[in-house]
């Protein structure tokens, strides 16, 4: 599988809310960074899962629509967009990947 049909899978599960289909694409070690300060948001598969099932429970959990994709080498960037129905939040992600695994993540947001 490529790195793109991987991002392709992963976001398809995740808008599911299918756990399992989502996370099996994430390093354990996975970290994931917001810009512009590169904040660690997240350091583990393990809360990035958490994190994700908390906005599922508490209604906060939105889809991704992704609006444009790129690759380059390891690094899979993706236009993303999260809509709830009063507002648009678009985000730029960079994808690393590592063992076909996404080990490392940058998320820009609007």
């Known amino acids: 599988m490529t790195n793109s049909e991987i991002i392709n899978h992963y976001i398809q599960a995740f808008n599911n809310k299918d756990t399992e289909g989502c996370f099996k694409y994430l390093a354990d070690d996975l970290t ?3 810009l512009p300060d590169e904040q660690i948001h997240l350091d583990s598969k393990e809360k990035a899962k958490q ?17 444009s994709e790129m690759a380059l080498g390891q690094y899979i960037t993706v236009l993303i967009d ?3 129905g009063n507002e648009s ?3 730029i992600v960079v994808n690393y990947f590592e063992n076909s695994l ?9």
């Open 82 to 84: 999260k809509t709830d």
């Open 32 to 34: 994931v960074l917001k």
């Open 102 to 110: 996404i080990s490392k993540m940058w998320i820009a947001p609007q």
């Open 89 to 91: 939040r678009k985000a």
């Open 51 to 67: 994190h994700y099932l908390t906005s599922i429970e508490d209604g906060t959990f939105l889809p991704i629509t992704l609006i």
